[in-house]
């Protein structure tokens, strides 16, 4: 069962140090924290954990980021879940067609936690209004 009074975070990630600093460091902060390796997981894990934000890495095995943004895209999910990306490909040619689908953040691995923490603190603030 989901706590009500804990914001819910779906990390999808595939490097293994990633997913514990990060989920570690979450948890810290008072986040509750879901994690899938893969986009096609990742997916299935947004429709079930009914999260408050993801977390997003582009490049993942069986399903891209990119493809899991289209796919939410497709299914009118997204405006309206705040999506963060995490990722080493930071170039424009990149940015452009994610905003296009309504990130809510990008960030440039490797990640700094203080920075990831802040990043989702002031997305979910935003959301919240």
């Known amino acids: 069962m989901k706590d009500a009074t804990k ?3 779906v990390l999808i990630e595939d490097e293994e140090v990633v997913v514990n ?6 948890q810290t902060a ?11 997981s990742g997916l ?3 429709h079930t954990a009914t999260p408050d934000l ?4 582009m490049i993942l095995p069986r399903l891209s980021g990119l493809g ?3 796919k ?7 405006p309206g879940l705040p999506v963060v990306i995490i990722s080493a490909t930071a170039g424009s040619d990149v940015r452009g067609p994610l905003e296009a689908l309504g ?10 936690i203080p920075v990831v923490v802040r990043v989702l603190e002031e997305v979910l603030a935003h959301v919240s209004r």
């Open 7 to 9: 914001k819910t975070i």
């Open 21 to 26: 600093l990060l989920t570690k460091k979450l």
């Open 30 to 40: 008072g986040y509750e924290v879901k994690t899938a390796t893969d986009g096609i």
């Open 44 to 46: 299935e894990l947004i």
């Open 54 to 57: 993801v977390l997003l890495d």
């Open 68 to 70: 899991v943004l289209k």
């Open 72 to 78: 939410l895209a497709e299914e009118k999910i997204l």
């Open 103 to 112: 990130i809510a953040a990008f960030l440039n691995k490797p990640v700094q």
